[in-house]
DNA sequence: GAAATTTGACCATT
DNA sequence: AATGGTCAAATTTC
């Protein structure tokens, strides 16, 4: 129907991030030489990366309903080391794409859900244990023991999925090998922060894990997130470290029903921040505001250690059901904007 | 007492 | 049958 709109909306969208990664690369350079703290600089680095994953999200995802494939450390068997390539071996990336192959099921909800994985290295030094605060509220609800790990795993999901149908989950694995890195994997966007919800987002889960508890945690997340319900963004002021700007976060394709979202629905229901005209979506904005101390960086198969004091997050890696960002080949040969560019989910309630 | 976690049972997939 | 993921009753924590 206005799949013209659509088509120019993405395509506006995407120039208008390549023009963004451009001018925060610029920034930067101009930053590099001075006296600009380094806080800055990562964040207008940030920046630019989260544009260019954003451009590369859309060029991505058009035109690829019937492809599959999925990125990341194998799940069932943790491994050996760190993986700073993002570059999965042939063995998992068929593991992967079979775990999306059968799309016929609309009962199997979960099934096509995006998923990423993050791994995330807790510095026990310091008393504060929240690496991984991705501003949401999860509750546990299994741990599993896993063949050839030595540590469990531990499944989480989103508080409000009664409340709010969020159908977010994420799920915890103890590194086997350094036990202070986490593998964090996330499976579907909330769709739980609904504007009236200002939903205060209290602990975070990887604590738990590791049993070191902080009562400044709190009151930190109390702070920020006053910060978040007044601040909608200022992100254009890169020299407010305070906060991480919003970054890009991964997009929720469909919600339950595998429905797509065409991005311009998103738009005209408000559901994007005013700073980016694009894919801000709830965990890129939350996870911005409530990680101040870290920069998380989800990327598409790029490895961006942010080495703060608290926590680093190790790798990142992305995939959706039907066109990940792969940490592979950004072979943009064929580009082909999907009118139903599915992006986002808006809340969905029956 | 409500909410969150734990944990064994159950279910789905391979 | 083995394994991973989820459920839900029991338990713990706030």
Not at 24 to 39: C, D, I, V, Y
Not at 56 to 73: D, N, T
Not at 215 to 220: E, I, R, T, V, Y
Request: glycine share 6%; hydrophobic share 25%; net charge negative.
């Amino acid at each position: 129907m206005e799949s013209g709109l659509t088509l120019t909306w993405e395509y506006k969208t995407l120039v208008d991030e390549l023009i963004q990664g451009m001018e925060k690369a610029n920034q930067l350079r101009f930053h590099l030489g001075s006296t600009t703290p380094s806080e800055a600089r990562d964040l207008l680095l940030q920046r630019i990366l989260s544009s260019y994953e954003k451009a590369l999200m859309i060029l991505k995802w058009s035109g690829k309903e019937g492809e599959a494939r999925m990125v990341g450390p194998s799940s069932g068997a943790p491994e050996p080391s760190i993986s700073v390539d993002g570059s999965p071996t042939s063995e998992d990336f068929n593991k992967r794409f079979n775990d999306n192959h059968h799309e016929h099921t609309p009962t199997k909800k979960r099934k096509n859900q995006p998923t990423w994985t993050e791994q995330v290295r807790v510095n026990s030094n310091s008393g504060f244990e929240g690496p991984t605060d991705d501003g949401y509220s999860w509750r546990k609800y299994g741990q599993k023991d896993i063949l050839g790990a030595k540590y469990p795993r531990s499944y989480y999901r989103c508080t409000y999925r009664l409340l709010r149908s969020c159908w977010a989950t994420k799920q915890v694995q103890r590194s086997d090998d350094d036990p202070s890195v986490f593998e964090i994997t996330y499976k579907g966007s909330h769709t739980c922060n609904h504007p009236v919800s200002a939903v205060p987002p209290p602990p975070s889960p990887e604590k738990q894990e590791l049993k070191h508890n902080n009562s400044h945690n709190h009151q930190l997340n109390q702070t920020l997130l006053d910060l978040k319900s007044n601040l909608r963004v200022v992100t254009e002021n890169l020299d407010n470290k305070e906060m991480t700007p919003p970054q890009f976060s991964f997009p929720t394709t469909y919600d339950e029903e595998n429905h797509y979202f065409p991005i311009s629905s998103l738009i005209e229901e408000n559901q994007l921040s005013p700073y980016s005209p694009l894919l801000l979506s709830q965990e890129t904005s939350e996870s911005n505001y409530f990680s101040p101390v870290n920069y998380q960086m989800k990327s598409f198969g790029g490895v961006y250690n942010f080495q703060h004091s608290e926590c680093e997050i190790i790798s990142a890696h992305a995939s959706t059901t039907n066109s990940p960002i792969g940490g592979m080949e950004f072979s943009v040969d064929h580009v082909e904007l999907d009118p139903n560019f599915p992006f986002n989910t808006p809340e969905f309630f029956t």
